[in-house]
């Protein structure tokens, strides 16, 4: 079955950073795009960052942009998200999303 794992999530200050990782299975990876999306407290599940199947095709919301860094490695069927410049903003739990699926999240925190 399909699956998707994130990892690397955590406790960082504001202006860290951090790299989440998602480990995916039970599907041809490199044939699918990939996606992070992320959800705070009381708030709706918002976009944060695509990647095409090759990784040639990448987008980022707004309020990422030039901050974060979505990647892929379809060897090793992961894609990554680097985020740099955190804000407390960014506190959210952070989902990869890929093959019409959700993995469980991961806690980012960005606190002092």
């Known amino acids: 079955q399909v699956q998707l794992v994130e990892s690397g999530g955590g406790l960082v200050q504001p202006g860290g950073s951090l790299r989440l990782s998602c480990a995916a299975s039970?599907?041809?990876?490199?044939?699918?795009?990939m996606s992070w999306y992320r959800q705070a407290p009381g708030k709706e599940r918002e976009f944060v960052a695509y990647i095409s199947s090759t990784g040639i095709r990448k987008s980022y919301a707004d309020s990422v942009k030039g901050r974060f860094t979505i990647s892929r490695d379809n060897a090793k069927n992961m894609v990554y998200v680097q985020m740099n410049s955190l804000k407390p903003e960014d506190t959210a739990v952070y989902f990869c999303?890929?093959?019409?699926?959700w993995g469980q999240g991961t806690q980012v925190t960005v606190s002092s």
């Open positions: 999303r890929g093959f019409d699926s």
């Open positions: 039970g599907f041809t990876f490199s044939s699918y795009p």
